[in-house]
């Protein structure tokens, strides 16, 4: 499941992610939620939290996160991911140098550090 972060500034999207992310989960939270803003914004910041309810992405999943990244490539200002888990961490790093945004890679405990930096 994908929720939506509240209280951020207009130009920033973030959401929690908690127990298995599916495809159906960004087609209906995340990817209109990207088109909505990219309306009003020409680039956004994103906060992505996998906390310590995450478990799992289904293929599907990482086939739509890979795709609406790259789909918009040059609309993303910030990057901030949250997580402890090894596997996203390493993986983040490696798209990362993909991408024409900063990316920066916060621990669980940094959240709050993840917020102000994304919202800069």
């Known amino acids: 499941m994908i929720e939506k972060i509240k209280n951020l500034p207009e130009n920033v999207i973030g ?3 908690k127990a298995q992310i599916t495809g159906e989960d ?4 995340l990817i209109p939620l990207v088109e909505e803003k990219l309306k009003k914004f020409k680039k956004l910041n994103l906060l992505y939290h996998l ?3 995450f478990e799992k ?3 599907r999943a990482m086939w739509d996160d890979a795709k609406t990244g790259f789909l918009h490539l040059r ?14 961490r390493g993986t983040s790093r490696v798209f990362a140098l993909l991408l024409p945004a900063h990316v ?17």
């Open 104 to 120: 920066k890679i916060f621990a669980n405990k940094d959240i709050d550090e993840a917020v102000k930096w994304v919202s800069e």
């Open 15 to 17: 959401f929690n992610a």
């Open 51 to 53: 906390g310590d309810e």
């Open 75 to 88: 609309s993303w200002g910030k990057i901030a991911i949250v997580t402890d888990v090894s596997w996203i």
């Open 57 to 59: 992405f289904e293929p």
């Open 26 to 29: 960004y087609e209906k939270v």
